[in-house]
């Protein structure tokens, strides 16, 4: 059972370079979500989706974008990277909302330099 | 101000004491949702529990008991007889009809010492 996978695990930038990180799941889940983890300020909403073709903007969307042309899959990327983009990314899933737990991969450590 | 406030930042405990950790909300909806889940040394987030807003019920799971209070806005968390393995990092999150994702509050560091 996959659940949600997120790929790559790990990456090094260098500022002003471009990435997509690939968040997938096999749950047939209409919400996808994805956070970033800072020390000392748990996870942050970054952007989320509802169903497919649909994205919108989060807590802190700033030098992010995302697109969900499938259902199963969501993308994050990053245009132009900045050090204050390292953190962990976290993509997670749910079938509905409020009342349901979100399942979330196994998280992307970022490091800009 | 911050919807869900986690004001342990980090607690080290003894194996087999027991240990409470803290989760004061703020929400405005009637209808709401608490969780709680586990961040191990591996990394993952794992799910441990949910509660909607209209069961006060305390629930227990092996060693793991929640106490949610709708008059103090708290949802806290106790491990009976700590163990090392319980050595993580707990977030506690809020789930609101009105916001599509859930708002997790800044976690509680938890070391157990053998």
């Known amino acids: 059972n996959a659940g949600v996978t997120q790929t790559p695990k790990f990456r090094v930038l260098k500022t002003g370079q471009s990435m997509t990180l690939l968040c997938a799941q096999d749950?047939?889940?209409?919400?996808m979500y994805w956070y970033r983890q800072d020390p000392g300020m748990g996870l942050r909403l970054i952007h989320y989706s509802v169903g497919e073709g649909t994205t919108a903007k989060g807590e802190v969307p700033d030098g992010y974008n995302v697109s969900r042309l499938k259902k199963q899959n969501f993308l994050l990327g990053l245009e132009s990277a900045a050090p204050s983009q390292t953190s962990v990314y976290f993509c997670a899933s749910s079938s509905a909302h409020p009342n349901t737990e979100a399942f979330f991969g196994q998280g992307t450590r970022l490091t800009v330099v | 101000a911050q919807k869900v406030t986690q004001a342990q930042t980090e607690i080290s405990v003894v194996e087999k004491e027991d240990v409470t950790l803290d989760c004061v909300y703020e929400t405005r909806d009637t209808t709401y949702y608490l969780f709680w889940y586990k961040q191990p040394p591996s990394g993952e987030l794992v799910f441990l529990i949910r509660?909607?807003?209209?069961?006060?019920q305390n629930e227990i799971s092996g060693r793991y008991s929640w106490n949610f209070q709708k008059s103090t806005s708290s949802f806290n968390f106790t491990i009976t007889a700590s163990q090392v393995v319980d050595s993580a990092v707990y977030f506690c999150a809020l789930s609101e009809t009105g916001r599509r994702a859930l708002t997790f509050g800044s976690g509680t560091r938890l070391q157990v010492q053998p």
């Open positions: 749950m047939n889940h209409e919400y």
């Open positions: 509660r909607n807003s209209f069961d006060e």
